[in-house]
């Protein structure tokens, strides 16, 4: 079962934050250094630990249609 927001305005934190997330990540400049429930934790300056980068990669794939504008 897929993840759905209850609330429109968790919707929209959901796609506004998750990208910025996304973004972070993609240039390098913050590493991923633990994940648990839904929450990522982020480190900056540090290399994603790739356990916990896959944990965030499987959330995000699992929530992509919450993420999605539309």
């Known amino acids: 079962m897929a993840y759905a927001p209850a609330f429109k305005v968790d919707r ?3 796609q506004t934050i998750v990208p910025f997330v996304d973004q972070l ?3 390098g400049e913050y590493g991923t250094i ?3 429930d ?6 900056r300056a540090t290399a994603s630990d ?3 980068l896959s944990a ?5 794939e699992a ?3 919450a993420v999605t504008p539309g």
Do not use: S
Not at 38 to 43: E, R, W
Not at 56 to 60: I, V
């Open 12 to 14: 929209e934190r959901l």
């Open 25 to 27: 990540l993609e240039t």
């Open 34 to 36: 633990a994940f648990d």
């Open 38 to 43: 839904g929450a990522v934790l982020l480190q």
């Open 50 to 52: 790739p356990a916990v």
């Open 56 to 60: 965030w990669t499987g959330y995000r």
């Open 63 to 65: 929530i992509d249609p």
